[in-house]
């Protein structure tokens, strides 16, 4: 079993950045892959961005790539997610999630625990 809460989200404009953070704690961590995902009003769940279980292999989706960076501390049982030059478009529901596996996925009905998710806004 694994416990995960999300920090950091909040109302930013857009250009801005902010750093998301997923605090886990229950089960090894650091045998799980890591991933973000959002999910704006009226929409599906997406994927965003995933780490394995090392750090040492990322993936994130297109329409984030170059802006946004998820990144983990094993020793801190925390994964991240530095999100820059937000857009409007960006506006959502920000979730982390776990892995029983250490690779990543950019699949949601892989990942077996997830937190409660962090809204983020961005404006002009």
């Known amino acids: 079993q694994v416990q995960l809460v999300e920090s950091g989200g909040g109302l930013a404009q857009a250009g801005d950045s902010l750093r998301l953070s997923c605090a886990a704690s229950?089960?090894?961590?650091?045998?799980?892959?890591m991933g973000w995902f959002r999910q704006a009003p009226g929409k599906e769940r997406e994927f965003v961005a995933a780490?394995?279980?090392?750090?040492?292999?990322?993936y994130v989706t297109d329409s984030v790539k170059g802006r946004f960076t998820i990144s983990r501390d094993n020793a801190k049982v925390t994964v991240y997610l530095q999100m820059n030059s937000l857009k409007l478009e960006d506006t959502a529901v920000y979730y982390c999630?776990?892995?029983?596996?250490?690779?990543?996925?950019?699949?949601?009905?892989?990942?077996?625990?997830w937190g409660q998710g962090t809204q983020v806004t961005v404006s002009t």
């Open positions: 780490i394995n279980w090392s750090g040492g292999s990322t």
């Open positions: 229950g089960r090894r961590f650091s045998n799980n892959a």
């Open positions: 999630a776990a892995r029983p596996v250490g690779a990543v996925s950019p699949r949601p009905y892989e990942y077996s625990y």
